[in-house]
């Protein structure tokens, strides 16, 4: 799917959940910042879990951001963090 055609799914998603666009575009700078320069795997010099907390900081309007979850593996791990704060942590195999 290209961008022409992506565009309006992606305004559609925004609008279901009550999202602005600049704070998605936001999250997904932090989570770059949080994941390693695979995009998958965080490192050592690459995870920053105050990125991580601000993915799920109150909305501009101060509504919870407690839905939704990262998923990453780190060490052979498997960490899951969810917006209402729990943590997941399994073995990656």
């Known amino acids: 799917m290209d961008f022409a055609e992506w565009e309006p799914v992606y305004e559609?998603?925004?609008?279901?959940?009550?999202?602005?666009?600049?704070?998605?575009?936001?999250?997904?700078?932090?989570?770059?910042?949080?994941?390693?320069?695979?995009?998958?795997?965080?490192?050592?010099?690459?995870?920053?879990?105050e990125a991580l907390d601000a993915l799920f900081e109150s909305q501009p309007d101060g509504r919870p951001r407690d839905a939704g979850r990262v998923e990453f593996d780190y060490y052979g791990y498997t960490v899951v963090v969810y917006g209402d704060g729990s943590v997941e942590l399994d073995d990656a195999d």
């Not at 602005?20 to 920053?48: I, K, M, S, Y």
Request: glycine content about 14%.
């Open 12 to 49: 559609a998603i925004l609008a279901d959940f009550g999202w602005d666009r600049a704070a998605d575009e936001r999250a997904r700078d932090l989570l770059g910042a949080t994941l390693g320069a695979d995009g998958a795997t965080p490192g050592v010099d690459t995870f920053d879990p």
